[in-house]
């Protein structure tokens, strides 16, 4: 368990972890991204509160039951991917595994991914860092002496990222942040997803942004004039961002948006120990993706798989399909709890 106390002594700052093995068969990377959506997904008994927004907007928190009586009781923060939510395979499998640990679980969701619509015409993107702060801030303020470590996957990893970068060591009131295939250099990101069989999951996630965006363009009053036939051309990302997140969230066009929306040109400036799962096979990222961005900081371990796809990383155990990803969440939970415990222990 030392091993992932990191950030305290020197260590490789991207490494390989060899742990992980894809069963016999199963490697392959889409086979990987695919399969926690057809697995047996644990059942997420959860309450949902709604977050009210200093812009009048709100977003959804999805808290897992049966909470901690203890108002110590250290705390797990998950943000979601693009369009996922509480319900997704990643979510209900974190969350659940947190709170079996007797953490307090909670998931907050990026404006209109919960129930409900959001209240104003703007959405969500990947480097939308003012929703989560102030949610962070709420934490804070409801549980001060708790321990927080936050998670994101994917589209919420970036966000993550970008975020603990912004706003230095002592910002957040986190202990650490974990990042799970995040997409580090999103223009990257829009063209592997334009490759192959890649494309299928970006069709898929077109499909759910195209069908909010033709509820969008019916409201009174919103911003953009887009016909029906004009929002079916829009079938990559790279289009799509351009002609609706860009103009949306004051951005000049789809690269200015994936240059600063990018957290991968950040990773140096972390102060916080931060753990970055990554598999070079993800289908959401070019395989060279590191050699891409700057050295991490001294508080960032990144570690490589082999294989694993996006958010995949699905092993088997005792002749059982499972997730590594959430044995090795598990582990790194238990390290910076350890940690926290033995630093209040020497202050005492």
Known sequence: MSN???????????????????????SNRHIQTLLPRILPKPSLPRDTEILNLPDGDFVELSWARPAPNNPKAPIF???????????????????????????????????????????????????????????????????????????????????????????????????????????????????ALNIGFASVYQRHLLHALRRKLHTKLAQEGFPLKLTAKQVAQLDTFWAYDNEVTAPLHGFTSASDYYQRASAGRMIDRIELPTLILHAQDDPFAPRDLFQRLPSPSACVRVELTRHGGHVGFIERKGGILCSWLSRRISAQLDAWSSLSMVQVSSRG
């Open 4 to 26: 992932y106390l990191f950030g305290l002594t020197a260590m490789p700052r991207i490494l390989f972890n060899t742990e992980y093995r894809p069963p016999q068969g199963l």
């Open 77 to 191: 923060i998950l943000f979601h991917g693009l369009e996922g939510s509480a319900n997704s395979p990643y979510a209900r499998m974190l969350l659940t595994m947190a709170a079996k640990k007797g953490w307090r679980a909670v998931l907050m969701h990026f404006r209109g991914c919960g129930q409900a619509a959001n209240r104003l015409h703007r959405a969500y993107h990947s480097g939308d860092t003012a929703d989560a702060y102030w949610f962070l801030g709420q934490l804070a303020v409801r549980y001060p002496y708790a321990l927080k470590v936050a998670a994101g996957v994917s589209l919420g990893a970036n966000m993550l990222l970008k975020l603990v970068a912004e706003q230095g060591g002592d910002g957040l009131d986190l202990a650490g942040a974990i990042a799970i295939s995040a997409p580090l250099d999103l223009a990257a990101s829009a063209d």
